[in-house]
């Protein structure tokens, strides 16, 4: 069936017409399909692109009127000599910054569940047995944009929520296990399969991987072998 990326809604994924395209493009090259939980869209048919356009467009027009309707209050707010904005903010009210506080924290956990699809998946498959600047780095090369600092945040989130595994933020070890080298190959191989042998072994590199085999830069055979591995393994699909 292949990977499936869910969203809660249409506007969690782009903020237009034309970013949706690109979005849903890009994920049809990878081989994903595409699932909005309160839209209901089939990515795979022409009627169901249709759809996604139509419903693209509706979102983006929603957009543009909430925020005008935005400008256009906090203009009547100032032409009657209120402040715009939440009253009980301004006033610094428990209550009220209590309630700012739990609706951050709501919309932060929406979005995590929103976006897991397309990064717990490396996350499971390469903690605890890796760093996670390994880990980040990893995700990054797919197109991601984190820092330690933020996966770790959004994955003891998820954990808390029992949304993830403990078993992810236990420790990586000092000296990872003998198969780390494989699954850290099957994993690169696996976030841009268009790589040569060559620039997964540049990749492992940077990451300051030194070879199994002694030395210090990889090469191409030592690279092949450990994919030669993980295919016997499972861990990539030949």
Do not use: C
Request: no cysteine; aromatic share 4%; charged share 30%.
């Amino acid at each position: 069936a292949g990977d499936v990326l869910v969203v809660v809604r249409l506007d969690r994924l782009a903020r237009s017409v034309s970013h949706l395209l690109q979005v849903i493009e890009d994920l049809e090259e990878r081989g994903v399909h595409f699932r909005s939980i309160r839209d209901p869209i089939d990515t795979s048919t022409p009627q169901g692109m249709f759809s996604l356009q139509v419903l693209g467009a509706v979102a983006q027009l929603e957009r543009a009127l909430i925020a005008e309707r935005t400008k256009a209050g906090i203009k009547a707010a100032k032409a009657r000599g209120k402040l715009p904005g939440n009253p009980g903010l301004r006033e610094r009210r428990p209550e009220a910054i209590k309630a700012v506080s739990q609706a951050r924290k709501k919309l932060y956990l929406d979005d995590l569940i929103a976006s897991a699809q397309t990064w717990l998946p490396m996350v499971r498959q390469l903690r605890p047995q890796h760093s996670w600047d390994n880990v980040v780095q990893v995700l990054n090369r797919r197109g991601h944009d984190w820092t330690v600092e933020r996966l770790r945040r959004a994955v003891h989130r998820l954990v808390r929520e029992k949304l993830a595994e403990k078993d992810l933020l236990v420790r990586s070890p000092r000296r990872a296990p003998e198969d780390h080298l494989m699954k850290l190959v099957a994993a690169i191989a696996i976030a841009d399969p268009d790589l040569s042998l060559r620039d997964i072994g540049a990749q492992l590199d940077q990451m300051g991987e030194r070879p199994a085999r002694g030395g210090k830069k990889w090469q191409p055979s030592s690279v092949r072998d450990l994919l030669d591995e993980a295919h016997r393994f499972g861990l990539i699909r030949r």
